[in-house]
């Protein structure tokens, strides 16, 4: 039974197509199809409405760690809900959302130990960025406000963090933005020669002129105006961008020489994702602030954390100095009861044991897709990767905007769907497909992924 017997499949569908006005979607493309209807999750698959099973390829979006179906989320959840259903953090504490905020700094590289917590990642950009202007400017210096990004990273959508996102198509209908905000090139070291203009770079040198790109950019903005740089440890939009050796550390030594704050955005990489419980931990470097959603519920309810280091926190400790920002639902008690829980899963299993292990075995899946014609690149880390899809291995040509509409859009998404994968075929930058399933998926899961991909971009590369 994948619904219950008495719903009315065509009511809901109709209820959907009415009045439901679905995120980040060409509505056009439902006129003459039907929406998909996911309605139950088990494990690393869900369910759609008419029964048929899906392996959920992207984890929900990057989110379902511990995979569908854990009674004692939701359990949690209930217990907590029945105790105390909500209670704001706006000068009140509760209990749940201290002992998670204590949890979360004993799993923190370096001092960051204050967590303030939001409902969601966007949220958790958007609160970074406030605090880099205010901690400046009452620490005395007041003109540092701007911030740096790479191109083609995706930092949310409110207004702020939309300013950081580095993706053109996604800011257009919304500018004016925030100002303040300026762009540096990203890790992609498979496109290091046309982003550089030096051919034949190792991915150390890339890496280090990369960083270096930070640095001229602080000088060129002037080092007193710049409060801090936001980057993912592996890059979500354009197709996870690992970074490369060296890049991290370069980075770390860039922001101490002007003052600058890092803040690695760990919305996606933080909890797991990459085998280790902060991204930061995974390429070795300690950042001055952390933004982290996602994976800390594994999504059975929504909370988002930015986590800051002691420094940041001082000027807030004693006098009247506020920090005047906050969210209704932020630390919202139901959501830290679950991400509670779900820690404690987390360590049960040894999901991060479990995704460390498996990562070769995942990359060496991945990589038997190399010998088709379409695929160009197969990078990423832990549970988290991008597979490039070009017109020309040799030359890496990439396909034209008419090509990658008909691929991305009239091809791929929907026939990977049918099937069976859940996952993201994305045109943010050159044509990849996104791969993030729950992190207790392992080599079975592994096989299908890769024999799913196989015969679909087979297809897709004779249809071309």
């Not at 996606?268 to 300690?286: E, P, S």
Request: glycine letters at 10%.
């Amino acid at each position: 039974m994948n619904h219950p017997e008495n719903t009315d499949v065509a009511s809901i569908m109709k209820a959907a197509q009415d009045n439901l006005w679905l995120h980040f979607t060409r509505h056009g493309s439902y006129r003459d199809a039907e929406m998909p209807m996911i309605v139950r999750g088990e494990g690393s698959y869900v369910y759609d409405i008419h029964g048929k099973r899906y392996l959920d390829g992207l984890a929900g979006l990057f989110v379902v760690q511990a995979g569908h179906g854990r009674s004692e989320l939701a359990e949690a959840a209930a217990k907590q809900a029945q105790e105390m259903a909500f209670f704001p953090l706006w000068s009140y504490a509760h209990p749940k959302a201290a002992e998670l905020a204590q949890r979360l700094a004993e799993q923190t590289p370096g001092d960051l130990n204050r967590v303030f917590f939001t409902t969601g990642g966007g949220e958790a950009v958007e609160t970074a960025w406030k605090l880099a202007k205010q901690y400046f400017k009452i620490t005395g210096r007041p003109l540092k406000h701007k911030v740096i990004s790479r191109q083609i990273a995706y930092h949310g959508t409110p207004q702020g963090a939309l300013s950081i996102t580095g993706i053109p198509a996604f800011k257009q209908m919304f500018e004016p933005l925030v100002p303040g905000s300026i762009r540096v090139p990203n890790t992609n070291h498979y496109r290091a020669d046309e982003i550089t203009g030096v051919p034949g770079m190792t991915p150390e040198q890339y890496g280090h002129w990369a960083a270096e790109r930070v640095a001229r950019a602080i000088e060129m903005e002037g080092p007193d105006t710049v409060a801090a740089v936001f980057v993912e440890p592996v890059q979500n939009a354009g197709g996870c961008f690992p970074p490369p050796p060296g890049y991290f550390q370069r980075l770390r030594e860039i922001c101490d020489e002007y003052d600058v704050l890092l803040v690695s955005d760990e919305v996606i990489c933080a909890f797991g994702r990459l085998g280790t419980m902060f991204g930061g931990q995974k390429f070795d470097y300690v950042p001055d602030i952390i933004t982290c959603a996602k994976g800390m519920t594994s999504g059975y309810s929504p909370i988002g954390a930015m986590i800051a280091s002691e420094r940041l926190f001082e000027p807030f400790k004693d006098g009247t100095e506020m920090f005047a920002h906050g969210y209704t639902f932020g630390g919202h008690p139901v959501s830290a009861a679950v991400a509670l829980a779900n820690l404690d899963l987390f360590e049960r299993e040894d999901l991060l044991g479990h995704v460390t292990r498996n990562e070769p075995v995942f990359r060496a899946t991945l990589e038997r897709l190399r010998d088709l014609p379409i695929v160009g690149d197969v990078r990423g880390s832990g549970y988290f990767w991008g597979i490039e899809l070009v017109k020309d291995r040799t030359t890496k040509q990439t396909f034209d905007l008419e090509e990658s509409e008909r691929l991305i859009r009239g091809y791929l998404s929907s026939a990977l769907y049918e099937a069976g994968l859940y996952c993201r075929a994305d045109d943010r930058g050159d044509p990849v497909i996104q791969l993030a399933p729950p992190l207790i998926c392992g080599p079975k899961e592994f096989d299908e992924i890769e024999s799913i991909l196989r015969s679909v971009l087979t297809e897709a590369w004779n249809r071309l």
